[in-house]
């Protein structure tokens, strides 16, 4: 795996790849599963949070998120807006040509 290749250990990053109904629903609730991070649609991430909170598990859910920025002083803000904006319809997955 390229992650231990790099230097991490094995077994701290762990990929499943699979739909949210079956792999993603067993994942969640199984006991050896002690925290889950969800980054996606709010609807899916409510499911995720209500099944959580049964056995306390930690949980860090980014949903619908705009993608914040942090600008510091010095940045050239029309650069700025105009990279911030063009992230946002690209994340959209709108078809529009600026």
Known sequence: MCAEKNGLPPGVLNIVNG???????????????KAISFTGGT?????????ASKTFKKLSLEMGGKNPA???DDCDYDSMLDNIVRFIIFKSRTDLFM
Do not use: N
């Open 70 to 72: 942090i600008i510091f």
């Open 43 to 51: 609807a899916t991430g409510k499911l995720i949070s209500k099944s």
């Open 19 to 33: 739909r949210g109904d079956t792999c993603g629903e067993l994942l969640v609730k199984h006991e050896d599963v």
